[in-house]
T-cell receptor, first 111, second 114 residues
Framework: KQEVTQIPAALSVPEGENLVLNCSFTDSAIYNLQWFRQDPGKGLTSLLLIQSSQREQTSGRLNASLDKSSGRSTLYIAASQPGDSATYLCAVEYSNYQLIWGAGTKLIIKP | DAGVTQSPTHLIKTRGQQVTLRCSPKSGHDTVSWYQQALGQGPQFIFQYYEEEERQRGNFPDRFSGHQFPNYSSELNVNALLLGDSALYLC?????????????FGPGTRLTVL
């Protein structure tokens, strides 16, 4: 069964800290992996997409890595800001076009 | 450039009723996917439409059905509503490009079943 797990479920850190969010998946035959952000009561915003042939992607203060062999991805956020507070979701796409999602990590950045 | 739009924003129904949710994809996108997101959980894949046909379906009963129109917009229909159908329903569009393939999401429709 294809499953995606995110740890931790919630994280609270002071502003300015660097932090890492984790995502693991059981089936390594992925098509791509995406990290999304969801603000309360709102839809999802794509942050980074990593194709199966890639090892990492960067956008501004965000860096996502992918290790297919171990079934893991990490999202690194540098110099965190209060505006980064949101729920971060990891989603894995397989060749059957389905996105399989983790339950998310709720991130709170304290000013 | 308009992104993905969904209507209505909120909806309240009673058990046993039927509901139709609508989605307009981002300009230029030809693929629409629907997801159900219960409170505190990640989204669950319902189905995906491409070229007006259901290309893939998740683990949802036949009460959930959909349609894609020639202009690529899509509808999600749910019959015989249950309390457990209360959730945020998200629509996502994409262009089946193997090098980008990012899905763009609409704001969702919040369905409450009483």
């Amino acid at each position: 069964k294809q499953e995606v797990t995110q740890i931790p479920a919630a994280l609270s850190v002071p502003e300015g800290e660097n932090l890492v969010l984790n995502c693991s998946f059981t089936d390594s035959a992925i098509y791509n992996l995406q990290w999304f952000r969801q603000d309360p009561g709102k839809g999802l915003t794509s942050l980074l997409l990593i194709q199966s042939s890639q090892r990492e992607q960067t956008s501004g203060r965000l860096n996502a890595s992918l290790d297919k062999s171990s079934g893991r991805s990490t999202l690194y956020i540098a110099a965190s800001q209060p505006g980064d507070s949101a729920t971060y979701l990891c989603a894995v796409e397989y060749s059957n076009y389905q996105l399989i999602w983790g339950a998310g990590t709720k991130l709170i950045i304290k000013p | 450039d308009a992104g993905v739009t969904q209507s209505p924003t909120h909806l309240i129904k009673t058990r046993g009723q039927q509901v139709t949710l609508r989605c307009s994809p981002k300009s230029g996108h030809d693929t629409v996917s629907w997801y159900q997101q219960a409170l505190g959980q990640g989204p669950q894949f319902i189905f995906q439409y491409y070229e007006e046909e259901e290309r893939q379906r998740g683990n949802f009963p036949d009460r959930f059905s959909g349609h894609q129109f020639p202009n690529y917009s899509s509808e999600l229909n749910v019959n015989a509503l249950l309390l457990g159908d209360s959730a945020l329903y998200l629509c996502a569009s994409s262009l089946r490009d193997p090098f980008t393939d990012t899905q763009y999401f609409g704001p969702g429709t919040r369905l409450t079943v009483l």
